[in-house]
């Protein structure tokens, strides 16, 4: 299984939107297990600029993932990510590691 963790220094979960993120770290998970990360550069992320577009161009760019993790997300992104039955972590945790070690010891949980 794979997240999606938006992050503009590539250490921290991005305090804005998901879908204007910098980058996004995809970690693969495994038997509860790190298996992988990967770094993708958002492209379509303009500061400022409204992208009626952009969430469907990010889970596109994101389509291997399962899971996206953010500290906030617009609603035309959630209703996107929901009507392609993927899971959204919204979560007040800064590190992307302590995120991610939550999550695999159970400790946050996806939308149901």
């Known amino acids: 299984m794979k997240i999606a963790i938006g992050t503009d220094d590539k ?10 993120s910098r980058y996004f770290l995809v970690t693969e998970i495994l ?12 492209s379509y992320a ?7 577009d952009q969430p469907e161009r990010v889970i596109a760019l994101l389509k ?6 953010a500290k906030s ?7 996107e990510i ?10 007040s945790i ?4 302590t995120a991610i ?7 946050i949980e996806e939308f149901k």
């Open 11 to 20: 250490k921290t979960i991005r305090k804005g939107h998901f879908c204007e």
């Open 31 to 42: 038997n509860a297990q790190i298996v992988g990360q990967e770094l993708r550069d958002n």
């Open 46 to 52: 303009e500061a400022g600029k409204e992208n009626q």
């Open 64 to 69: 291997d993932c399962a899971i996206f993790m």
């Open 73 to 79: 997300m617009e609603e035309i992104s959630l209703i």
């Open 82 to 91: 929901r009507s392609r039955n993927l899971d959204c972590i919204i979560t």
């Open 94 to 97: 800064q590190e992307i590691d």
């Open 101 to 107: 070690s939550s999550y695999i010891d159970g400790q």
